[in-house]
């Protein structure tokens, strides 16, 4: 049997960062230490580094996003970077998207725990809810998939001109690169590399932003798009 890691005591920098919200960025700390792991939806190993490597590292993703607008983290797993994002910006309406179950139940507990009123989660495949989903202005993600097939589910629930924020590595320009034509035929008009988290985290995190013009995800997913909304006002009207 595997001893239990202990969480260590959260840094200063939490403190500034999560502000009147610290006490439930470190009871989800707690969670993600406990639960998280007991539920195999994080390794025992990302304990002592949680606080780094994981919730401020997320955290400062608010500094790009902007005020008010509607979010969507596709495949949010255990909750990273969508509930510490929640916990910074609570002017955010925030969507958790998530195909498997025994994570929706582990992310419903959190938001229902931390009051996050501001903070849904749903159960499905970002290709599955489109067209139910109401397009939102900015898409997140994190360690989910290369970015041309992360941007394949993630662009199509953007609204016109939205964009989607994905926390990468080192790779980043490398994926943009490599990503150029799949990005392009999704509709998207620009790409860069930005660096968040000065004086909070070391390395700073590093966020590829992908924005989309007028038809997120191209032509093939407008039209799939469309057929969703006449399929959903033919249902409303029965």
Same mark, same amino acid.
């Given at each position: 049997?595997t001893a239990?890691?202990?969480l260590?005591?959260?840094?200063?920098?939490?403190?500034a960062?999560?502000?009147?919200?610290f006490?439930?960025?470190?009871?989800?700390?707690?969670?993600?230490?406990?639960a998280?792991?007991?539920?195999?939806?994080?390794?025992?190993?990302?304990?002592?580094?949680?606080?780094e490597?994981?919730?401020l590292?997320?955290?400062?993703l608010?500094?790009?996003?902007?005020e008010?607008? /509607?979010?969507?983290? %596709?495949?949010?797993?255990?909750? $990273?970077? *969508?509930?510490?994002?929640? +916990?910074? @910006? !609570?002017?955010?309406?925030?969507?958790?998207?998530?195909?498997?179950?025994?994570?929706?139940?582990f992310?419903?507990?959190?938001?229902?725990?931390?009051?996050?009123?501001?903070?849904?989660?749903?159960?499905g495949?970002?290709?599955?809810?489109?067209?139910?989903?109401?397009?939102?202005?900015?898409v /997140?993600?994190?360690? %989910?998939a290369?970015?041309?097939? $992360?941007? *394949?589910?993630?662009?199509? +629930?953007? @609204? !016109?001109?939205?964009e989607?924020?994905?926390?990468?590595g080192?790779?980043?320009?490398?994926?943009?690169?490599?990503?150029?034509?799949?990005?392009?035929?999704?509709?998207?008009?620009?790409?860069?590399?930005?660096?968040?988290?000065e004086?909070?985290v070391?390395?700073?995190?590093?966020v590829?932003?992908?924005?989309?013009?007028?038809?997120?995800?191209?032509?093939?997913?407008?039209?799939?798009?469309?057929?969703?909304?006449r399929a959903?006002?033919?249902?409303r009207?029965?």
């Amino acid at each position: 049997m595997t001893a239990e890691v202990e969480l260590p005591q959260a840094p200063e920098e939490a403190r500034a960062v999560f502000g009147e919200f610290f006490p439930e960025a470190v009871r989800y700390a707690e969670l993600l230490a406990d639960a998280g792991v007991k539920r195999g939806l994080i390794g025992p190993r990302e304990v002592p580094r949680l606080w780094e490597r994981h919730l401020l590292n997320c955290a400062v993703l608010s500094e790009v996003v902007p005020e008010g607008v /509607t979010v969507c983290d %596709v495949g949010s797993g255990a909750g $990273l970077p *969508g509930i510490p994002l929640a +916990l910074v @910006r !609570p002017d955010l309406k925030i969507t958790l998207l998530e195909p498997l179950l025994r994570r929706t139940n582990f992310l419903q507990e959190v938001v229902e725990l931390l009051g996050l009123d501001h903070v849904t989660v749903v159960r499905g495949r970002a290709e599955e809810v489109l067209g139910s989903l109401q397009p939102v202005h900015v898409v /997140t993600a994190r360690a %989910v998939a290369p970015l041309d097939r $992360l941007a *394949g589910w993630g662009v199509p +629930l953007l @609204r !016109p001109y939205g964009e989607m924020l994905a926390l990468k590595g080192d790779t980043a320009e490398e994926e943009i690169n490599g990503a150029r034509a799949a990005l392009s035929k999704l509709g998207v008009v620009e790409t860069e590399v930005l660096h968040v988290g000065e004086g909070v985290v070391e390395p700073m995190s590093t966020v590829v932003r992908v924005v989309v013009g007028e038809s997120p995800g191209g032509v093939r997913f407008a039209a799939k798009r469309a057929k969703a909304a006449r399929a959903s006002r033919t249902r409303r009207r029965r």
